[in-house]
């Protein structure tokens, strides 16, 4: 069962900031987050292991509820490059040890000078 | 930087055609993956593979879909008949370990008429 994202699309003005969500119904050993532009790869943003962990690069951070098997991606002032589709991918703790990461629907994320 | 390459970037066939998209993981790495991407929806996993065998498949992969690592770099993935709703992006990625993030390709979009 594929992971929940919320909300499904946001629009911000620059500098503003932004909470992604995903959830699942399954015990997580991990949570990837990945941002893909319209016609590009996903690119990979962080991983976040079972352990309820905080993780960030510049002004891009996440966190994973282990107990709640939930994770949120915080984007603080944000940049006009931040545009793009937010995927996490979860890798559930009854299929660990093989690689089949489940995609949430995305979150369509829209920033606007 | 060391990068995914896939080839080619854009196939167009003929329902009932047999495809191959290949893919040159990262060097070093030595967990392999196809995604896909209807457009507009989110990335679906395929298959992983791991020790030139598959390790991991969805249901999406049935009997019309084969993966082989021919030599030392390449990855390619077959479809034997193609049908209409094959078209997709469709997206190579490799790891370093299971559980590590996975750095993808740019895509073949394929086209089925």
């Known amino acids: 069962q594929q992971p929940v994202q919320s909300p499904q699309a946001v629009i911000l003005r620059e500098g503003e900031d932004a909470v992604i969500n995903c959830s699942s119904s399954?015990?997580?050993?991990?949570v990837h987050w990945y941002r893909q532009k319209h016609g590009e790869a996903p690119v990979f943003l962080m991983i976040?292991?079972?352990?309820?962990e905080q993780k960030g690069h510049e002004k891009i951070s996440a966190s994973f509820n282990e107990k709640k098997q939930q994770s949120s991606l915080y984007l603080t002032a944000s940049q006009l490059s931040y545009s793009g589709t937010y995927f996490c991918?979860?890798?559930?703790?009854?299929?660990?040890?093989?690689?089949?990461?489940?995609f949430g629907t995305g979150t369509r994320l829209t920033i606007i000078p | 930087e060391p990068e995914v390459t896939q080839t080619p970037s854009h196939q167009v066939t003929q329902m009932g055609q047999e495809v191959i998209l290949r893919c040159v993981p990262i060097?070093?790495?030595?967990?392999f993956y196809w995604y896909r991407q209807i457009l507009g929806q989110k990335v679906e996993f395929l298959v992983s593979?791991?020790?030139?065998?598959?390790?991991?498949k969805s249901e999406i992969f049935d009997d019309q879909f084969s993966v082989e690592r021919p030599d030392g770099s390449n990855f390619t993935l077959k479809i034997r008949s193609t049908k209409l709703e094959d078209s997709a992006m469709y997206f190579c990625?490799?790891?370093?370990?299971?559980?590590?993030?996975?750095?993808f390709g740019q895509g073949t979009r394929l086209t089925v008429v």
């Open positions: 990625a490799s790891s370093v370990e299971a559980g590590l993030e996975a750095f």
């Open positions: 399954k015990a997580l050993y991990s």
């Open positions: 976040l292991l079972k352990g309820g």
């Open positions: 991918g979860t890798l559930s703790q009854s299929n660990f040890g093989n690689e089949k990461l489940t």
């Open positions: 060097s070093n790495h030595l967990y």
């Open positions: 593979f791991y020790n030139n065998e598959i390790s991991e």
